[in-house]
Nanobody, 123 residues
Framework: QVHVVESGGGLVQAGGSLRLSCAAS????????MGWYRQAPGKQRELVAS???????NYTDSVKGRFTISRDNGKNTVYLQMNSLKPEDTAVYYC?????????????????WGQGTQVTVSS
């Protein structure tokens, strides 16, 4: 099995910062793209940012210039530094990892999701 565990969410005032972390563990062969998604109440889950194993990044327009995604391949960990937070950033943030994992003598692809961490930005 492969798991990802998020940490770092919380309550912050508008203009503040938070840093989310997500560590992958288990029967991992390789990790390709890792990303952060978020889902606000009554809205669909959306991609916030992603990063490939080579370090190429992608951001949704609303967070460009404020959020920075990074990863430590040696630790199978991805980070999301969130600055200049706004109330509209309030959501549950989910980590996602696109992996190849060991399974019964095979190496198979898998899409792994974390349980989510709440980020609340007060105005």
């Amino acid at each position: 099995q492969v798991h990802v565990v998020e940490s770092g969410g919380g309550l912050v005032q508008a203009g503040g910062s938070l840093r989310l972390s997500c560590a992958a563990s288990g029967s991992i062969f390789t990790i390709n793209t890792m990303g952060w998604y978020r889902q606000a109440p009554g809205k669909q889950r959306e991609l916030v940012a992603s990063i490939t194993s080579g370090g190429s990044t992608n951001y949704t327009d609303s967070v460009k210039g404020r959020f920075t995604i990074s990863r430590d391949n040696g630790k199978n960990t991805v980070y999301l530094q969130m600055n200049s937070l706004k109330p509209e950033d309030t959501a549950v943030y989910y980590c996602n990892a696109d992996v190849k994992k060991y399974a019964g003598g095979w190496i198979i692809p898998a899409d792994i999701w974390g349980q989510g961490t709440q980020v609340t930005v007060s105005s």
